[in-house]
């Protein structure tokens, strides 16, 4: 069975902080997409990330593609509060091409 | 901003009434999922279609059935609620060939 684990589960910091969030897998995905839930509401697409070692960026975001395409990172830099949110990595398997989905980063960013 | 809906967004009901959760898309996708999402666990696949009259089990063993007879309608029925269904309920969408998917606000059910 893939796995893809999150970490952390939990993030509390203070606004205009830095924070790195990390999505993890012994498998490897053909691509690998985050999303952003706000409380009542469902996933938000972010990014897809394709190509191993690949950089996105989204405004303060910055996602990263491991070069064996196995893991995923995200980076906030000077974070705020509407950053907060449940950060989820979901992975494109590269042997049945399923989505795989990790448990998510629950983030709150304090003003 | 994606074009998909879901209600009731809450429903609180007795155990053994039979519900149906409604999803509704404008996007013309093809593929559409449903999935169930408990606190700190991953999404679970209960549900997906490829289109009109294709529907298939996901991999979370689930009571519940799903129905496509139009592209943009896909609900979701459970015949006896049980106390274990209390979940919050996500439907999404997708192009087909796509991975990259589209969700409805969730329906948070509630089952007493």
């Known amino acids: 069975t893939q796995l893809l684990e999150q970490s952390p589960q939990f993030l509390s910091i203070q606004e205009g902080e830095n924070l790195t969030v990390y999505c993890n897998s012994s498998s490897v995905f053909s691509s690998l997409q985050w999303y952003r839930q706000e409380p009542g509401e469902g996933p938000v697409l972010l990014v897809t990330?394709?190509?191993g070692g690949e950089v996105k960026k989204l405004k303060r975001l910055t996602f990263q593609f491991g070069d064996a395409r196995k893991d995923s990172s995200l980076h906030i830099t000077a974070a705020q509060p509407g950053d907060t949110g449940l950060y989820l990595c979901a992975g494109v398997s590269d042997s049945n091409y399923q989505l795989i989905w990790g448990a998510g980063t629950k983030l709150i960013i304090k003003p | 901003e994606a074009d998909i809906y879901q209600t009731p967004r809450y429903l609180v009901i007795g155990t053994g009434k039979k519900i149906t959760l409604e999803c509704s898309q404008t996007?013309?996708?093809?593929?559409m999922y449903w999935y169930q999402q408990d606190p700190g666990m991953e999404l679970h696949l209960i549900h997906y279609?490829?289109?009109?009259?294709?529907?298939e089990k996901g991999d979370l063993s689930s009571e519940s059935t799903v129905s496509r007879i139009r592209t943009e309608h896909f609900p979701l029925t459970l015949e006896s609620a049980r106390p274990s269904h209390t979940s919050q309920y996500l439907c999404?969408?997708?192009?087909?060939?796509?991975?990259?998917?589209?969700f409805g606000p969730g329906t948070r059910l509630t089952v007493t």
């Open positions: 990330v394709v190509t």
């Open positions: 996007m013309g996708h093809d593929k």
């Open positions: 279609s490829y289109g009109v009259n294709s529907t």
């Open positions: 999404a969408s997708s192009e087909l060939g796509a991975h990259e998917q589209y």
